[in-house]
């Protein structure tokens, strides 16, 4: 992720989950202006969506995805993308679509 830095602190995700949100069929997802010129990304899994290796191969799904349409993605967004416990054994394909129309309804990706 050449332009996009992880949203690590709690005030950083508290802030971002104030934003606008858009609800998929597997994922959530949070964006909220931020007032620097790249954008900042947060991904949650929550531990009732299954052991660790499910919620880390989730997270690497929802990585992936927004990686892949990064280009697209307007700047200076911070995003938190929470996966729903529908989204355990759902394919790329299905994830990234999914992230993908939330991106769309949010008006943040061209």
Do not use: P, W
């Not at 299905?94 to 129309?101: G, H």
């Amino acid at each position: 992720m050449k332009n996009t830095q992880s949203l690590k602190l709690n005030r950083d995700f508290r802030r971002a989950y104030r934003g606008d949100s858009a609800v998929g069929g597997y994922t959530v997802v949070y964006a909220r202006k931020n007032r620097y010129a790249f954008n900042r990304l947060g991904l949650t899994v929550s531990k009732s969506t299954g052991k660790a290796v499910v919620r880390n191969r989730l997270k690497r799904l929802m990585r992936e995805s927004y990686r892949l349409m990064e280009g697209d993605i307007e700047k200076g967004y911070d995003f938190i993308i929470v996966a729903r416990g529908r989204a355990v054994g759902k394919t790329f394909e299905q994830i990234k679509k999914d992230i993908s129309f939330s991106m769309h309804k949010l008006g943040v990706k061209q």
